[in-house]
């Protein structure tokens, strides 16, 4: 993916070629419902009130079944009661040129590899539409973390864009402290001119599609942008065919299971080299947590407790590291956090084997943090 080095005028620094020929979304009609509630079964409220000191994030989504599986979106929204409330969400599709049409009415041999074809050895002209924010069925995604000022900046740059239908999203129209009052209403245009460099290089890409800007690299892209960092965690995979973190069996907006929002990323922190080693290895224990048994009460119950831990060492600065290190040590002593770090999740056959041969195996995320807190004390001591 092309990367830009430009600086956003935002707060992003805290202190201390998928294949998707079918064009017609398979979620229009929740769409046309959500645009016109009096033929809306279950249409979205029109407005709703958030706390500014509330978790918004952002998640790289696709399906894991239908037609468009291969079609990765993104969602933005705010956690709410334990349950995220979709705010805006967006995918990257071809505008409906005539191959696409021919695929359409005619799905055969000949009209897919002329679409195909159109994708991998040529640009198709392409558009950033909204998606309906009622989604459902079986979704794979991973999110992550973001304020409500990376939220606007979000709306900002839909603001470049010109789209059919136009994005109908919610938008503050009143802020009171922390209490801010959202409405969904269409997004007012602004002329491309004024927007910065970097800006206007991703509104571009969102117009074509080619091998190397598909739907997957463009929800990427927008997800930096707004996170305000160079590079999203490598666990998320470019490869349009690849599920991203955990899947969900999502019913008109809603997550059925434990819905996973990935803190700020390391990049977003002010860190010298030995804080930032903490941060990433925090952050990419709770990647790998979701990759078994990821709706067990045990890898819920780490995943937070470890986010805790996260969003607490981020908050040291860099040069204090007694600090850091009683930081790490008052989360292992908590009563709660000893019995959760030291479970072992789904063993294998040979572990089951070992506990009944009285043989005691540490988990993975003991291992860490008593390394974790072996390197400080080293460090200290220098």
Request: hydrophobic fraction near 35%.
């Amino acid at each position: 993916m092309t990367t830009t080095t430009e600086t956003l005028d935002q707060t992003s620094i805290h202190s201390e070629t998928d294949v998707n020929p079918i064009l017609e979304n398979k979620e229009d009609e929740e769409i046309i419902a959500e645009e016109n509630p009096s033929s809306a079964t279950a249409a979205s409220p029109d407005s709703i009130i958030v706390d500014r000191r509330d978790e918004f994030f952002i998640a790289l989504a696709k399906r894991t079944t239908g037609d468009d599986k291969n079609h990765t979106f993104l969602m933005l929204g705010v956690i709410q009661d334990g349950q995220p409330t979709i705010l805006a969400r967006v995918g990257k599709t071809y505008i409906k040129n005539k191959l696409a049409k021919d695929f359409l009415k005619e799905k055969n041999l000949k009209t897919y590899v002329a679409l195909y074809s159109s994708v991998l050895f040529s640009r198709t002209e392409s558009i950033l539409q909204p998606e309906s924010l009622s989604p459902s069925g079986p979704i794979s995604y991973s999110a992550y973390a973001i304020n409500f000022e990376h939220y606007k900046q979000f709306l900002r740059l839909l603001s470049f864009m010109k789209t059919e239908p136009e994005f109908n999203f919610y938008q503050p129209i009143e802020e009171r402290g922390n209490t801010i009052v959202m409405e969904r209403t269409p997004t007012t245009h602004e002329d491309l001119s004024n927007a910065t460099p970097l800006e206007q290089s991703i509104v571009e890409r969102a117009q074509y599609y080619d091998r190397n800007h598909n739907c997957r690299e463009s929800a990427i892209e927008l997800a930096e942008y707004t996170q305000g960092i160079d590079h999203l965690t490598d666990d998320v995979s470019r490869h349009f065919f690849i599920n991203l973190s955990v899947t969900a069996e999502f019913s008109k907006g809603k997550p059925r299971e434990h819905f996973y929002v990935f803190p700020l990323p390391p990049e977003s922190f002010e860190a010298n080299e030995a804080k930032k080693i903490r941060l990433t290895r925090i952050f990419q224990r709770m990647e790998n947590l979701l990759k078994k048994d990821p709706y067990g009460e045990n890898t819920i119950q780490k995943f937070e407790a470890l986010k805790e831990l996260y969003y607490e060492q981020a908050g040291i600065p860099s040069d204090d590291f007694q600090e850091a290190l009683r930081s790490i040590q008052r989360w292992k002593e908590n009563n709660n956090n000893k019995l959760i770090i030291s479970q072992l999740r789904a063993q294998s056959f040979w572990g089951k084997l070992g506990n009944c041969l009285g043989i005691n195996y540490a988990s993975s995320t003991q291992k860490m943090v008593d390394d974790m807190e072996n390197v400080l004390s080293n460090q200290l001591v220098r």
